[in-house]
Nanobody
Framework: QVQLVESGGGLVQPGGSLRLSCAASGFTFSSYSMNWVRQAPGKGLEWVSDINSGGSSTYYADSVKGRCTISRDNAKNTLYLQMNSLKPEDTAVYYC???????RSQGTQVTVSS
């Protein structure tokens, strides 16, 4: 079955950290670049980060640059997003996305609040 299954969201205080994971199945994970996107309450989708198929190139939105790190383990078919120094404006539902096949995970809620 072709799917992306995400885990790792939750409630965290400002300045805290979270790591999101996205497990891929049903396709050759190592052949595709992968993305993280998010949707804040009442707003549209915002691209957060992407990583090339081999993991050697990464890109970040200005809003998260320096605070987030995207990575992947192709042996485990898993994508990660390490988020540090979280801010209330990072509150959103986060999704991992594989664009060529239009795949998106179920989403995980990240809430940054004291």
């Amino acid at each position: 079955q072709v799917q992306l299954v995400e885990s790792g969201g939750g409630l965290v205080q400002p300045g805290g950290s979270l790591r999101l994971s996205c497990a891929a199945s049903g396709f050759t994970f190592s052949s595709y670049s992968m993305n993280w996107v998010r949707q804040a309450p009442g707003k549209g989708l915002e691209w957060v980060s992407d990583i090339n198929s081999g993991g050697s190139s990464t890109y970040y939105a200005d809003s998260v640059k320096g605070r987030c790190t995207i990575s992947r383990d192709n042996a485990k078919n898993t994508l990660y997003l390490q988020m540090n120094s979280l801010k209330p404006e990072d509150t959103a539902v986060y999704y991992c996305v594989q664009i060529p096949w239009n795949l998106r995970s179920q989403g995980t809620q990240v809430t940054v609040s004291s």
